[in-house]
């Protein structure tokens, strides 16, 4: 050996050889390329192709095969991130989203700002009737948006529209993982179907309202995280960007950042789903993340979500004036078991906000969600047969 170790020769220290089993070898510019293309979308992709063939979840995967013509590599999937798994989705979106032809349209005197804002829809949340005494699946989440949508936008019929916010996220879907009903702080629910079914039924619903409000006005769209559904919120509202990528008539703020904000005449609005920072708090955060917008602004307003019910506070209020309003939004969605125990009953609706580019807050929206719960005569909650209808476990013994 002529005084070098087989160690030394291959890239081990000579003083700690003696201490090691087994030496790490240094990999070749090819194994390190190699090992580097694991990492990249092409390979993350093709697994989550193989688990979807398979019916395998992916959260289930930790270890795998990656063979090619010189080498069998065995990985981990600890590096592999959600953004991984999303991405050919949305770049086959990006591949496939349809051409839209830019609206050319007439300025409007005494322009109006309508925002539409869906909170807490829950695509994907089970509640039965026998149970919670009302009850909510994909079906019925969507279709109540699609109905609170078209109400709204007809209530705003008498208003001159320059401009739609409509608001996404805010626990749109109901978990945040493939493999168990979680949400993505790991609160176990009541889940109706699969989580993908809720993905396409939450994406195709906002499609549909989107679309309904292009030929009205321009659009933005804003995007606020949730505590639900963190992760697949944020993948869903890219896809949605994806979509309508091509369309001059609207704009996007669909970052992850928690709370956003916009601008309307003499308007300064913030949108944030309301699980972090506290209402009395929101203000002054106001004020200092967005200095030159609140010394720009006269009338400025904070729309929460979270909460399901509506609750509002008024900073600085004075003669004929109001500093900031802060305002948590209803829910169109049903209580489920657990809301039903705890005793948490409200209104169900969708609401939306007409804002004058001048004058601030000019008008409230309010499509309400008719209640659905079915009752005995003798007090009973009823629960729905599959084949014989509503039914009551008292009477029918």
Not at 103 to 120: A, F, G, T, W
Not at 186 to 196: I, L, P, V
Request: charged letters at 25%.
């Amino acid at each position: 050996m002529h005084g070098r170790s087989i160690f030394s020769r291959l890239g081990a220290n000579p003083e700690t050889t003696e201490t090691m089993s087994v030496p790490r070898l240094r990999l070749s510019e090819d194994e390190y390329a190699l090992i580097k293309q694991l990492r990249k979308k092409g390979v993350a992709s093709e697994l989550v192709n193989q688990c979807d063939e398979a019916g395998l979840p992916l959260s289930n995967v930790k270890h795998f095969w990656y063979k090619s013509e010189k080498f069998s590599i065995f990985s981990k999937t600890d590096g592999l991130q959600l953004e991984d798994v999303f991405d050919p989705i949305i770049k086959d979106v990006q591949r496939y989203s349809p051409k839209f032809r830019k609206i050319k349209r007439s300025k409007i005197k005494n322009p109006h700002c309508l925002i539409l804002d869906p909170s807490d829809i829950h695509v994907g949340k089970l509640a039965v009737n026998h149970e919670a005494g009302e009850s909510y699946n994909v079906k019925k989440a969507v279709s109540i948006v699609d109905s609170g949508i078209d109400s709204l936008i007809q209530k705003a019929a008498g208003f001159p529209i320059d401009k739609i916010i409509f608001v996404i996220g805010n626990d749109c879907l109901h978990i945040d993982s493939s493999s168990s009903p979680v949400t993505t702080g790991g609160t176990s629910q009541s889940m109706d179907g699969k989580w993908h079914d809720a993905f396409l039924a939450a994406r195709d619903m906002y499609i549909r309202a989107i679309e309904k409000c292009l030929p009205l006005a321009d659009v933005e769209i804003i995007f606020c995280p949730s505590n639900h559904d963190f992760m697949s919120g944020f993948m869903l509202a890219q896809t949605i960007k994806a979509y309508f990528r091509k369309s001059k008539n609207i704009t996007f703020d669909v970052s992850i950042a928690h709370r956003k904000y916009t601008a309307f005449g003499r308007n300064l609005l913030s949108f944030s789903h309301g699980d972090g920072a506290k209402i009395a708090d929101t203000p002054l955060l106001m004020a200092t993340e967005r200095p030159e917008m609140w010394s720009n602004s006269v009338h400025r307003y904070i729309y929460l979500h979270h909460i399901h019910h509506k609750q509002t506070a008024k900073f600085m209020a004075g003669q004929d004036f109001i500093g900031v309003t802060a305002e948590y939004l209803r829910s169109p969605s049903a209580s489920d078991a657990w809301h039903a125990k705890k005793g948490y009953r409200s209104p169900k609706a969708v609401e939306a906000f007409i804002h004058s580019y001048d004058n601030g807050q000019v008008a409230r929206l309010t499509h309400y969600v008719d209640s659905e719960q079915k009752v005995c005569k003798c007090g009973v909650n009823l629960y729905h047969h599959y084949t014989r209808g509503w039914m009551c476990e008292r009477c029918d013994g």
